[in-house]
């Protein structure tokens, strides 16, 4: 054998040594991407099920709250009107304090279970035709009493000719309901306007402004993240869960739209939610696309 074709073979050894270390190097890998795979399949099956338990709590627990609560509400509605006699100012305010307390733990308990439902995929939407100024003349009525005799004007600006709707309207009063009780809690004095408007040819924009504390920049990209709530003096006299804005976005996204702000700190806010005016046109057209 001459030294060329020594050194040829000591170098095809050579490489075949390297091609075997690689080898062993890349199943090695392998067994680590697997065991990986594994493991993260593991931890995905737990936070799976975790979610699962966090929802049926909620749902259990919110269940089991609205009862005691219902009685409380309707013990105090039968104080209310004298069903034990007449009673006397000082009584009459208390009442009404027990009234208003278990009234706010209702809403919170509501929010809950319906973060439970849409968790769970049990909400379940009922889109209707219906005319845009029978929402606003519901919406008005509910609430009067609450700005009789405050420093609050709350408009509803009757909006252009607009065509009849076809989304769930209840979700949609959902919304807008959230909507105007945050801005009647941080509007102390001033005024509220709920419009709305075409947005194109297919969509409508719903709007509540107001004259309130308005909301620091830095914090309005997360105001529509579970249990955020507004840093502020006011709020810290307020109780609530911080769900209710989420639950805007959420109801917003099963009616096939999208929800927004707009906030100038000491100025004011504005709200919105932008739906098609036919969900079930939009949802066609979402399935058409590619």
């Excluded at 099956?45 to 338990?53: A, F, G, I, P, W």
Aim: hydrophobic residues 40%.
């Amino acid at each position: 054998m001459s030294v060329t074709d020594l050194s040829l073979q000591q170098e095809m050894e050579r490489l075949r040594a390297e091609n075997e270390g690689l080898r062993a190097e890349l199943d090695e890998t392998n067994q680590g991407v697997l065991a990986l795979y594994g493991e993260l399949d593991q931890q995905a099956e737990q936070l799976r099920q975790v979610s699962e338990l966090k929802s049926r709590f909620l749902s259990y627990m919110s269940h089991e709250f609205r009862t005691p609560l219902g009685s409380i509400l309707s013990m105090t509605r039968l104080l209310d009107d004298g069903m034990d006699g007449e009673l006397s100012s000082g009584q009459r305010q208390q009442v009404l304090f027990i009234s208003n307390a278990a009234s706010e733990l209702r809403e919170m308990v509501d929010d809950l279970l319906d973060l439970a439902k849409i968790e769970a995929g049990r909400i379940t939407i009922s889109p209707g035709w219906f005319d845009l100024m029978d929402l606003f003349s519901a919406l008005r009525g509910m609430f009067r009493p609450l700005v009789e005799g405050n420093d609050i004007e709350l408009e509803f600006i009757a909006p252009p000719q607009l065509p009849m709707l076809y989304t769930d309207d209840k979700k949609l009063a959902q919304i807008l309901r959230n909507y105007v009780s945050n801005a009647l809690k941080f509007t102390p004095r001033g005024r509220i306007v709920v419009s709305a408007e075409l947005e194109g040819d297919a969509a409508v924009r719903f709007s509540v402004r107001d004259t309130g504390i308005g909301i620091p920049q830095e914090m309005q990209a997360a105001l529509f993240e579970d249990f955020m709530q507004v840093d502020s003096p006011l709020q810290k006299r307020l109780r609530g869960t911080g769900l209710g804005l989420s639950l805007c976005k959420r109801f917003a996204g099963l009616l096939g739209g999208h929800v927004g702000v707009n906030s100038v700190q000491g100025e004011g806010s504005e709200f919105f939610v932008v739906v098609p005016v036919n969900l079930e046109t939009a949802a066609e057209a979402i399935d058409a696309a590619p």
